[in-house]
């Protein structure tokens, strides 16, 4: 069972749990499960966050522009906040269901004609596993052990298990998320953003 408030060494552990390997109490013991868990935590991390857009790490936030417009093309730009991991393409009054608003994101700046304050969704780094839903912990346990089996075992039986274990848990863990709270019509967003572009980039 998942333990109601989790660690990383936790979350390591559920996943050395999974490929029949003895636990580890840090990663910094000087084992090969522990240094490749030290090593490969925070990509596996990303790369699940990355995934999906994932409501319990999805923030808002309200940019005032630059004092410095970008050089050229666009009229404004926007920092992206501190505890931004990914920003979610911009829409007219920060709506789901709104306009699309045309944008280029470059390094730590949202570039855009678009008059302040720009809304924005992103989703932020949660580096605590204490505030990841257990559906994330599953995705992320399972994504680690499939990475960690490729290195430990090297066995094909493991690996396919895993990868389907991994597979399920990604599903599972994207059908719970996408349950919590009510959508905007994915079929009206299409749409406007289609009708948007086709006519110069206005209505």
């Known amino acids: 069972m998942t333990p109601t408030v989790i660690t990383a060494v936790e979350v390591a552990n559920l996943a050395l749990d999974m490929v029949k390997e003895a636990t580890i109490t840090s990663m910094e013991e000087n084992r090969a499960a522990a240094r490749w868990m030290n090593r490969n935590f925070v990509p596996v991390r990303n790369y699940s966050l990355n995934t999906q857009i994932w409501k319990f790490a999805m923030k808002r936030a309200e940019l005032a522009a630059d004092p410095e417009p970008p050089a050229f093309e666009w009229k404004h730009r926007y920092r992206k906040p501190n505890d931004c991991f990914r920003v979610l393409p911009p829409r007219h009054n920060g709506s789901m269901d709104g306009r699309l608003i045309p944008h280029q994101v470059e390094g730590d700046f949202i570039l855009t004609n678009e008059p302040a304050p720009l809304r924005v969704r992103y989703i932020r780094v949660v580096d605590n ?66 009708r948007y572009y086709h006519m110069g980039g206005g209505y």
């Open 129 to 194: 596993p204490a505030e990841w839903p257990a559906h994330f912990v599953d995705a992320v346990v399972t994504r680690l052990a499939l990475g960690i089996a490729h290195t430990l075992t090297g066995k094909t039986s493991m690996i396919e298990i895993l990868s389907t274990k991994h597979s399920q848990a990604m599903a599972m863990a994207a059908s719970l998320d996408a349950a919590e709270g009510t959508h905007a019509s994915q079929y009206a967003t299409a749409y406007d953003d289609a």
